[in-house]
């Protein structure tokens, strides 16, 4: 982190987050604002429907190849024109993506979409740490998060009427003027703050797989944001199949569960200052581990009501909330100013246990719940364990420096 002076926010710093903002929310809304197309893109295009699926698995897969690269890169290069560089070419391929002769063809586009796109999610939280003041830092994350967690619940419903009112191929153009316009704000941040410049930085992939501090910082973030997503994403299937109810239902749990982890992630920043970030991180991914613990148990003896859960994964979204923002910030912190990858590989492997943890399973969320949390709790427990059992071992290799 730069040695930022602790004093007000000034102008340059805050299109610095609202760029951060911008870039991180065009790369969730290119995979939701797309999703409401995915059903007619066939009918135009030719084609099943299950290969279009590929239209998602394609940008979920260049994402998660895209946080490696761009990660490494970000460690050698100035990473103000490698974002703009992306955003130029995300900005290109989006606009081109509605002339694909096929849905083949698409899918390479949307490849090339998610590759790009992982540059702004990668560096967005680098900046941060970059251009405010260290009491700021924590709070911005929270901020970041809160945007990140709305993008989900609004995108979709966005695509659907552009889809309703312009056709399928407005999501893209939407996407495309976005980037241009991050782009636009970057063009005017580039000479001011030189502060977002990193050169040179120290490290690997190795030696932060190698560091106890940043692996039990690093995983521990990871298996709390996969366990929570590796249920949401089954849920949808349990809602409609196992307790019968309408999708809206769902949705409504999921409305619920995001406006708590805003508030528990826009008041982290206090929790941390009255007690520790340490113990905020510690609590909150133990209170979500408990909390789908209890779900798995009410499950098994079968509790049926759906409102419970609910309440539940509210705890689960409130743990979430706590410990993101330090979390977060305490993985790049250790990194030893290795941030770009440390971002980078802590995204990656979030990526990993998600699509893990939901091909698991994929196969049983239409006939109950049981194996659902099972998997997210596993994911889930993961957090607290690499908190407690990693921190004597990250403390030798400290003394040892």
């Not at 990473?79 to 509605?98: E, W």
């Not at 990668?122 to 900046?127: D, G, Q, R, S, T």
């Not at 705890?315 to 971002?343: I, K």
Request: aromatic share 10%; with cysteine; proline share 4%.
């Amino acid at each position: 982190m730069s040695d930022a002076p602790d004093r007000a926010i000034n102008g340059v710093a805050m299109i610095a987050i609202l760029i951060a903002l911008l870039g991180t929310i065009i790369g969730l809304a290119a995979t939701d604002l797309v999703l409401p197309a995915v059903t007619v893109i066939p009918d135009v295009l030719g084609g099943t429907q299950a290969e279009a699926q590929f239209i998602l698995g394609a940008y979920i897969a260049g994402t998660s190849i895209g946080l490696i690269l761009w990660g490494e890169a970000g460690a050698k290069f100035d990473q103000l024109k490698l974002m703009m560089d992306s955003l130029l070419c995300f900005s290109f391929v989006s606009l081109i993506s509605p002339y694909m002769p096929n849905t083949l063809a698409l899918s390479t586009c949307r490849l090339a979409q998610g590759l790009f796109d992982a540059a702004p999610t990668v560096f967005a939280p680098v900046w941060i740490r970059a251009v405010l003041p260290e009491r700021y830092v924590v709070q911005s994350f929270g901020m970041l998060a809160s945007f990140e967690s709305l993008t989900p619940a609004f995108a979709p419903i966005l695509g659907l009427w552009l889809l309703s009112s312009f056709g399928w191929s407005s999501s893209f153009y939407l996407l495309g003027g976005l980037a241009l316009i991050t782009l636009l704000a970057l063009i005017g941040v580039k000479t001011i703050h030189p502060s977002l410049k990193v050169v040179g930085a120290r490290g690997s992939y190795v030696s932060l797989i190698r560091s106890a501090q940043y692996m039990r910082y690093g995983l521990s973030q990871a298996a709390s944001l996969s366990g929570l997503l590796i249920f949401v994403f089954g849920m949808p299937a349990v809602t409609v199949h196992v307790f019968e109810l309408k999708m809206s239902t769902f949705i409504s749990m999921q409305v619920i569960g995001i406006v708590c982890f805003i508030f528990c992630a826009n008041t982290a920043t206090y929790l941390v200052a009255r007690f520790s970030a340490e113990g905020v991180i510690l609590v909150g991914s133990s209170l979500s581990a408990l909390a789908m613990l209890l779900m798995w148990s009410l499950a098994a003896f079968g509790v049926g009501q759906f409102y419970v859960y609910v309440a539940l994964l509210t705890l689960v979204n409130a743990g979430l909330g706590m410990r993101g923002p330090p979390g977060f910030n305490q993985a790049l912190q250790v990194s030893d100013g290795n941030e770009a990858r440390a971002a980078g590989l802590l995204l990656f492997s979030a990526f990993l246990l998600t699509a893990m943890g939901t091909a698991v399973t994929a196969a049983f969320v239409e006939f109950g719940m049981l194996e659902l949390l099972a998997v997210s709790f596993g994911v889930l427990a993961l957090s607290p364990a690499m908190l407690i059992t990693l921190k004597r071992r990250g403390l030798e290799q400290i003394a040892k420096t």
